[in-house]
């Protein structure tokens, strides 16, 4: 046990838990997102799909209740990891370069980690924990979205969340030790067109759902 304290307490083992919750949330935008897009179906087919995940019960329960443990684990290691990292630096370098693979992705990733849980909250308060009596969820998000101000938040999300993802991505896998110069420029590579994907995907819908109304 002093062991796995120790270790998850460490540099390392904080950076290991950034990264398996960072695949988690991931895998999570994957499935979120292919689910979303059968809004392109019509009411009928976005319906559906919600209604069989609230068929699914006390297992989305259990799949809410994992990524809520897995936000605040990710939350409260990141902001751990980036106080430790201005104690041990407080002050800036006078030349900011981009030279040791230093991206805009990884030198914002407090600020879009930020943003991004501003969203979520904000996100969630509008979708998930309202009054769903006498109303469909297509009825909640087509009259979310008839809102510019809406519609403009929700894009720039989305642009944080793809320049998050842009290095979190690839930077898992170093963490867990896939760091093989043979293999992490594919990984770059995966990681800048799973950014894209999320943030088109994504941010595209609010859009299409403003223009339809």
Same mark, same amino acid.
């Given at each position: 046990m002093n062991w796995i304290t120790g270790t998850l307490g460490s540099s390392i083992g904080k950076k290991l838990m950034m990264a398996i919750t960072g695949?988690?949330?991931?895998?999570?935008?994957?499935? @979120?997102?292919?689910?979303?897009?059968t809004i392109y179906g019509g009411k009928d087919a976005f319906n559906a799909y919600a209604a069989h995940l609230h068929a699914l019960g006390p297992l989305i329960t259990v799949a809410e209740l994992g990524l809520l443990t897995f936000a605040l684990v990710h939350v409260?290691?990141?902001?751990?990891?980036?106080?430790g990292n201005l104690k041990?630096?407080?002050v800036r370098?006078?030349?900011?370069?981009?030279?040791g693979g230093r991206t805009l992705g990884s030198a914002t990733m407090p600020y879009t980690g930020g943003i991004l849980l501003a969203f979520i909250v904000f996100h969630?308060?509008?979708?998930?924990?309202?009054?769903?009596?006498?109303?469909?969820?297509?009825?909640?998000v087509s009259n979310a979205f008839t809102s510019p101000a809406y519609v403009a938040i929700y894009i720039v999300a989305m642009v944080?969340?793809?320049? @998050?993802?842009? @290095?979190?991505?690839?930077?898992a896998f170093q963490t867990v030790g896939a760091n093989h110069p043979k293999y992490m420029p594919l990984l770059k590579i995966l990681s800048i067109a799973f950014a894209v994907?999320?943030?088109?995907?994504?941010?595209f819908l609010p859009v299409y759902i403003f223009l339809l109304a």
């Open positions: 695949f988690s949330f991931c895998g999570f935008l994957a499935a @979120h997102l292919a689910g979303n897009l409260i290691t990141g902001v751990t990891l980036f106080l041990a630096r407080p370098y006078a030349v900011n370069k981009s030279a969630l308060m509008n979708f998930h924990f309202v009054d769903k009596t006498n109303t469909t969820i297509f009825a909640i944080a969340a793809a320049i @998050h993802v842009s @290095h979190g991505f690839w930077s994907i999320v943030g088109i995907g994504f941010g």
